[in-house]
Nanobody, 121 residues
Framework: QVQLVESGGGLVQAGGSLRLSCAAS????????MGWFRQATGKEREFVAA???????YYADSVKGRFTISRDNAKNTVYLQMNSLKPEDTAVYYC???????????????WGQGTQVTVSS
C-alpha cells in the first residue's frame, strides 16, 4: 500500500515555472514506477510523464522539452519540474504509482488527490 500526497500547484503566468512534489508513504517507494497525470475541466485524465526506478523517463509529446520528472528515493518523493508553462497546461495534476508498466493510466495502482495548476495568459 502506498499513499501519495501532491504539493506545489498554484497560479502562474504563461512562460513561468512550477515544481510539483509528490511525497509517498511506505518503505518500498523505490520499487514503484512513478507517473504524473493531469485532468483539465471537462476532459479525460491524460498521461504527462513517468519515471522508472531512477533511469528511464517517458513524456507526453505535449510536454517534452518543457517538463522534467525526477525522483529522490531517499526522500520517497517524485518531482515534476514544469517550465515554459502554457495556458493549456492548466489542470489538476495527479501523482501515481505503478507496480508494473508505466505508460498508460491502467498501469497505475495508487493515486494522490491532485494539485491544481493554473496558467494565466
Amino acid at each position: 500500500q502506498v499513499q501519495l500526497v501532491e504539493s506545489g500547484g498554484g497560479l502562474v503566468q504563461a512562460g513561468g515555472s512550477l515544481r510539483l512534489s509528490c511525497a509517498a508513504s511506505g518503505r518500498t517507494f523505490s520499487t514503484y514506477r512513478m507517473g504524473w497525470f493531469r485532468q483539465a475541466t471537462g476532459k479525460e485524465r491524460e498521461f504527462v510523464a513517468a519515471i522508472r526506478w531512477s533511469d528511464m523517463t517517458y513524456y507526453a509529446d505535449s510536454v517534452k522539452g518543457r517538463f522534467t520528472i525526477s525522483r529522490d528515493n531517499a526522500k520517497n518523493t517524485v518531482y515534476l519540474q514544469m517550465n515554459s508553462l502554457k495556458p493549456e497546461d492548466t489542470a489538476v495534476y495527479y501523482c501515481a504509482a505503478a507496480n508494473r508498466g508505466m505508460y498508460v493510466r491502467a498501469d497505475y495502482d495508487y493515486w494522490g488527490q491532485g494539485t491544481q495548476v493554473t496558467v494565466s495568459s
